[in-house]
């Protein structure tokens, strides 16, 4: 079995490619050692000790090293996990693979638990397809995923995941290609905001 590895814009984080399937569907993002615990594979990558973020995208998982850590030396270590999860069969998550998927939660916002307005239904509809189709892949390719957190008076509510999350460019994606391309398939849209 052979390991692909890329670069992503968060200089933090690798991408690796495993050539099979990781997640059937929706991504996974584990932040901390404890939301690990439900994946032997994302606790393996932080028992290594210098990792900070695990994320499983549908045929890739990207980890986020900690600062100051040398990706010279992690990479290897890295690599060695994945290839021993893979190569061994280890279910994904524990209690099995549907165990502990986690598809996100698109009607999930940040108001206190109120849902997206009805009468923007359309609105909202029209910028799930364009973050579905236009976003997400661009989003993947880098490592990372986007979740969408609602629609408010104008504004799109967007959460970046993976690689994505706290890359030094994840700003000026969201302000210049995102809310661009929203803006201009959708002119209900006048602002796109990170939550």
């Not at 994945?82 to 999930?108: K, N, R, Y």
């Not at 307005?117 to 990372?144: E, F, H, M, S, Y």
């Not at 994505?164 to 290609?177: F, V, Y």
Request: charged share 20%; glycine share 10%; net charge negative.
């Amino acid at each position: 079995m052979y390991i692909e590895t890329e670069t992503t814009p968060n200089p933090a984080t690798l991408k690796f490619l495993p050539g099979r399937q990781v997640m059937a569907s929706g991504t996974r993002e584990f932040t901390s050692p404890e939301a690990a615990a439900a994946s032997p594979l994302a606790e393996a990558l932080f028992d290594i000790g210098e990792v900070t973020g695990v994320f499983f995208g549908h045929d890739f998982v990207s980890v986020t090293a900690a600062p100051g850590a040398d990706w010279p030396s992690l990479k290897p270590q890295v690599v060695s996990v994945l290839l021993d999860h893979f190569v061994s069969g280890a279910p994904l998550f524990t209690g099995g693979d549907a165990a502990g998927i986690s598809v996100p939660v698109e009607e999930e916002d940040l108001f206190e638990g109120q849902a997206d307005d009805p009468a923007d239904a359309d609105i909202v509809a029209q910028i799930k397809d364009l973050l579905d189709t236009r976003v997400r892949p661009a989003v993947a390719n880098d490592g990372g995923d986007i979740i969408y957190r609602g629609f408010r008076e104008g504004v799109v509510f967007l959460t970046m995941q993976g690689a994505c999350s706290g890359c030094p460019s994840s700003t000026a994606t969201l302000k210049h290609g995102i809310e661009g391309l929203l803006k201009h398939y959708v002119p209900e849209v006048t602002e796109v905001r990170a939550a």
